[in-house]
């Protein structure tokens, strides 16, 4: 777990935390509307002496949808602890960081619940939003399955209704005929959904998919249709239609790697803030190994592969530049040479990192190389009985897209609860409470 | 064609006709509202003397949905040529054939429009008919996607709603989501909705479909879904849930081999109450060549096939029985050498077509042997230009269950029109019109 190398790093010492922890909400925090037992008393063990601000970088990570001022409150006012919207994941939030989208024409699906998806699209950037509503209005003769819905006169399409440029899918909507159709036809006519569509095209529009939860556990017995069933209806009927696969631009929510990235910036956001200058690893505590332990691993080992990218690119960059400043005959020969001067060391790093930009203006703090994986018992996972095995998917519930395999579903730590959890990253990382 | 051994059979001579015509309605009578031209005509020329009844059988096929009597009416009032119901197959129809399901508690799905899901159902012979909106009624924390329907107190699953028995889908209904959600649980449960659903299981209930068109063309420039695109939700979604395929007791409509049967039985059943006593071929004229043409030579293959397998039961047991009754030693010997007379000969031809029957009830007619099918060019299909080849699909639209070939999908004849395609049957079967 690396901490034999930070036996100098506790708060004792005064240092900073050198860490922060990403929160699943349900099923680690809260049971529905409920406080899961000593969530409250967990979360205040993470603020600082005077029990109004964390001490500990901390965000809060769901795959539900919504405004995040609202999450905040819920979360505040339930847990007793004053909770910022600025520390929540929504599963929608990454899409802040596409910032070429915000500027295009999007259409917007998805629910109409916690402030509706035009709202919703609005607090991420978005500036030319347009609906399904818009789209069947625009283009009275394509929503068709509903009979009671058919024009009761002839009614023209709108031509000046825009372009589509960009799907953007935020969650599960109602009348799926409706926005499968309306989607489809976007797709197969690049964004003028009168035009004669293309049925076996090659590439279409670019789609981004937040939240890929195929079933969620509600009220019943049995686990209810979440984002995840929509979009396997989508992406079958593109396929069955077309005879190709839809691709995604982004898939975003968890266990998605931007969601996690996302989450990393968050964390670097707040430390920066708290005069942190060096986190080295974030936590993830969650209930369920198909999403928070899935993606958490999958985020780890994108780390590492990152650090090995950066490293190595670094050292190709380097040899290119040394080659170019040896070589470069208007150069005085000390500063040929000088390639060890700070600002060239620093155009090497910026040029280095440039190349492993990601999703729109990410670049993570450096330090940053570990996400440890927590999965708590309080939710979605129970541990197997004593004396048996850990049971293994018979079916993959994850997306088409991220693959299942028993190895992405095991978590660093199995502990109890979320107590359980924070005293383990505690232990890891000799910190001590400072409040309570 | 077979009409070389037919020189005899012309009304020339006063014989009946040995033929009958499983006309397809939408793009080969009437294109939306409005007839086809000469379709008038070529109708009229299938009459009798009087110009008041049909000499010819002829059936009416479609893949719409609804009640039989409306579609007789507006047929009989757009071409000018009186229309039984009973001469009309929606696609729904043959589902009266399936009697083991009219007293077994059926959850049907399908559209409100023309008459309605329970009409349509209660008009098949369903007797136990249970919807969608009384299982969201029964179990109403269910259906869960649009909030806005959640309900607003703590409410009761009404624990004495009957256990499912079957799930019958007669078209696309509204809002999907309620119906893929409502359906799957149904099956997960085996029709016991509100108990906890097995997500790996390996059978489920029996569902009987009805129409599987994909897409159909309607206002619009682009086609529009069709019941098949509701099924391929369904089926990836029970797919994706399980693992397993979702597996159809009954899949109906053109071009399924059902459809098929039941419009024989139809034409069948009219000829005995014209006095025609043998019938050899039926011929299906069509526009579309993925359903009607496919379904023709399909189900052509089906007599084909069944007329060997009929030949080769009626020999076994022709054998087993001459075996039996020569050993048979309270036979007298006068009887045991008498295997060729009439009661025996009965009874082998009985006893070899019960090892034929089909669904339901159906036992055809033992003269028809063939199924020609006519493909027009005033709907769906266009010939290609002439000195280019035929386009082959290059993405099945068709059925999961039925995959496409290019060879059943090729009529024995192209034609232009309707007239085109009854002046060839007539030609074939040297048969002369006797009205106008």
Redesign the interface.
Known sequence: MGSQYKDLNNNASNKSPQFGIMFDIDGVLLRGKTPIPQASESLKSLLDETGTRFAVPAVFCTNGFGLREVKAATLSEKLGVEVNPDQIVMSQNPLEMFHEYHDKWCLVSG???DGGSVKVAESLGFQKILTIEDVRKA?P??D?????RWPKETVDDDDSFPTIEAVVLLG?P????TN??LIL?VL??NGKP????E??QRTHLPVLAVNMD??WM?????P??GHG??L??L???YK????SDLEYTALIGKPSEVTYEYSQKLIEEIATSMNITELTTVYAIGDNPLTDIYGANMFNKFLQRKRKDIAFKKEEIKKQMEKQLTRSPVMPRAKRNGISDRSAKKAIRLAADNHIALHGDITNVRGVNRCTSILVCTGVYKAPEPGTEEAEA????GHRDLPYTAEMTKADYIVEDVKNAIDTIFRVEKWKPLYG
């Open positions: 629910p109409e619940h283009y003769y394509l068709w399955v509903d009979r009671a599960e109602v009348r799926w005929e499968l159709q036809d197969l006519t009168n035009r004669p569509g049925m076996n195929l079933l509600a009220k019943a017995q049995t209810r249709f069933a929509f396997v209806c992406e079958n009927l069955k239609i077309t005879g018979d079916v993959d519930h």
